[in-house]
């Protein structure tokens, strides 16, 4: 169901139009019927020829009401611009026509209204001349009267002309919906309405709502006052939600997609017709919203916005700076990054304007991520790059690689190898008693953002990870003078596997914490609790034992058998009922496990 916005001066037979075209009164207020103004959005739908449905967004036409008529414009893709024939172009016309230049609005359609009052001729030509070097470009164009019925045949066949040259939306797409109303309905709760222009909403889905960071559950959905499991783009959508208050939302507000949105506090922009003087502060339109920014310059026609609360914003996204003191539309606004990198040193504001000269607003997966180093797949899907362009890296030199939640620039991957590689590579000739480094001593040195890269990073610069530790192929722990001391124990313990070696005979063998530690490390000894110490075939060793006596049996049959101490009994009976080889009876009783 396409949706289409109203512009146009005060006055001009807006409101009038659309109630012609639809049978629906517009004007919501019982103010706006007595005074004949309209003062908030309106809204109404129709039938074409066609069979196409097609709603109405009317906007206000007074200056007094130009925030009303941003919110109503912006979530818009068409716009029908309405000129009367009897007055003619007049200010609100150039404003509101600068709005949509702004917004980049390129689908429209001229209206010359009252057509009945005077001949439409001059100001269909005029109004024509004025459209033509804007965003609307050389659009169709109709002269009707609303009052008379003249001409709304053509003006319903236009339209319907209009629609059929609207781009398909993404219905796949992120939510992100601009609330221009919000209100209570008894015993259904808060419900909040929208133009829906990318993504599909359903009955039962969540949704995060900004500002204020709040979560929601659909609990319905109308479109054209008609009930709806599903609502997909373009579509005038009401949203009745569940855990939310109608005090947390309000025009301005914005329904997204769960945990799939950037929230920025920080934009860097081209300016499209910028006026001559930057007010160094000024208000930014989009969506519906409406936030004070303060506008640094760069260079050439680029800009850095600091908005005065995160929004949900994204490179492409269109938007408009108004000088609210001087009533005027300072510039139209392209967003070119979302994320963009802090300004530090001197001279860099100039430095990114120039980086920026080429920029389009399309997103590429490389330049982001190669900027950054690395950045995880959640970071790229926020920023608005799609899932199918992240699921089709294959890595390369001019492509990112995938590594699990992360995407790398190869550049960054192959400097990280190098970085972790010289590092295992020191510590192997500085500590040989502990020549591999901890999956975290190893991330720090490298400089990699998460502990997950580092089995991968480990395999790219051929390393080997083991036991949670890093260490160059082949090279194991040299214990020096103490090696003699360890072999002798290895050997009296391939003989008496169960006479685990006390603190004084590892002081006379040379074998410190240090020592005992590196030969844990390098699987040539099993540490059990109490310090005691085996051989790795140790336990399994003593399966074979326990397993010829009649079972179950107790510690001290077990020692006995074993031909050891109580010391060395216990923390290995409970070694393998841990490893589950062998399990208690009773309080005095274990058996093996079958």
């Given at each position: ?376 797949v959640a970071d790229a899907l926020a920023l608005g790059i799609s899932a199918r362009e992240v699921d089709a890296v294959a890595g390369g030199a001019d492509h990112p690689l995938r590594q699990g939640d992360w995407l790398v620039d190869p550049q960054v991957w192959g400097r990280w190898a190098t970085l972790l590689r010289d590092a295992v590579a020191a510590r192997a000739q500085g500590v040989p ?162």
């Amino acid at each position: 169901m396409p949706v289409v916005a109203t512009a146009g001066h005060v006055d001009h037979g807006k409101s009038a139009l659309v109630r012609a075209l639809t049978g629906r009164e517009p004007d919501r207020w019982e103010e706006e019927r007595r005074r004949g103004l309209t003062i908030d959005l309106g809204f109404a739908w129709t039938t074409l020829a066609s069979g196409q449905r097609l709603a109405f967004v009317d906007v206000p036409g007074h200056q007094r009401f130009i925030g009303n008529m941003l919110a109503g414009l912006g979530p818009a893709p068409a716009v029908v611009f309405v000129v009367a024939a009897d007055e003619g172009w007049r200010a609100q016309s150039a404003e509101h026509l600068a709005a949509i230049d702004a917004l980049g609005i390129e689908h429209g359609l001229l209206v010359v209204t009252r057509s009945d009052l005077a001949g439409p001729g001059p100001v269909l030509e005029d109004a024509r001349g004025r459209l033509a070097g804007t965003s609307l470009g050389t659009c169709a164009a109709v002269a009707v009267s609303a009052r008379t019925g003249q001409g709304m045949p053509a003006l319903r066949e236009a339209l319907d002309g209009l629609v059929g040259g609207l781009p398909e939306p993404a219905v796949d797409a992120r939510v992100r919906l601009w609330v221009d109303r919000a209100f209570t309905v008894r015993g259904s709760g808060t419900v909040v309405t929208g133009t829906l222009g990318e993504g599909t909403i359903a009955v039962g889905d969540e949704l995060d709502i900004e500002p204020g960071g709040v979560r929601a559950r659909v609990r319905g959905l109308q479109s054209l006052e008609t009930a709806r499991e599903a609502v997909g783009p373009v579509s005038r959508v009401a949203v009745n939600l569940r855990g939310v208050g109608a005090d947390a939302v309000a025009r301005g507000s914005v329904l997204l997609s769960p945990a799939a949105w950037l929230r920025t506090s920080t934009v860097d922009v081209r300016l499209l017709r910028p006026a001559e003087r930057l007010p160094g502060q000024a208000m930014l339109h989009v969506g519906t919203a409406a936030h004070e920014v303060r506008v640094r310059p760069l260079a050439g026609d680029t800009a850095r916005l600091t908005l005065s609360r995160p929004l949900p914003l994204q490179a492409g996204d269109r938007a408009i700076l108004r000088d609210p003191g001087a009533r005027r539309v300072v510039a139209g606004v392209l967003v070119l990054d979302a994320d963009p990198p802090p300004l530090g040193r001197r001279g860099a504001a100039a430095g990114r304007g120039r980086e920026l000269a080429t920029a389009t607003g399309a997103l590429d997966l490389a330049v982001e991520v190669r900027r950054r180093g690395a950045m995880r797949v959640a970071d790229a899907l926020a920023l608005g790059i799609s899932a199918r362009e992240v699921d089709a890296v294959a890595g390369g030199a001019d492509h990112p690689l995938r590594q699990g939640d992360w995407l790398v620039d190869p550049q960054v991957w192959g400097r990280w190898a190098t970085l972790l590689r010289d590092a295992v590579a020191a510590r192997a000739q500085g500590v040989p008693l502990e020549p591999t480094l901890t999956t975290e001593a190893a991330r720090s040195a490298a400089g990699v953002p998460d502990r997950g890269l580092v089995p991968a990073l480990a395999a790219a610069a051929g390393l080997v990870v083991e036991g949670g530790r890093v260490g160059l192929a082949g090279v194991v722990a040299s214990l020096g003078e103490a090696e003699e001391g360890l072999r002798r124990i290895e050997q009296r313990l391939a003989t008496d596997s169960f006479a685990a070696p006390d603190r004084p005979e590892l002081e006379a063998s040379g074998l410190g914490a240090r020592e005992v530690g590196a030969a844990v490390r390098a699987g040539r000894l099993l540490r059990l609790d109490d310090d005691v110490l085996l051989l790795p075939s140790g336990p399994a060793r003593a399966m074979r034992v326990l397993a010829g006596l009649p079972q179950p049996f107790t510690l001290s049959e077990a020692r006995q058998a074993l031909g050891t101490t109580r010391r060395v009994a216990v923390p290995l009976l409970e070694h393998l009922d841990h490893r589950g080889w062998t399990r208690r009876v009773d309080a005095t009783h274990r058996e093996v496990v079958p």
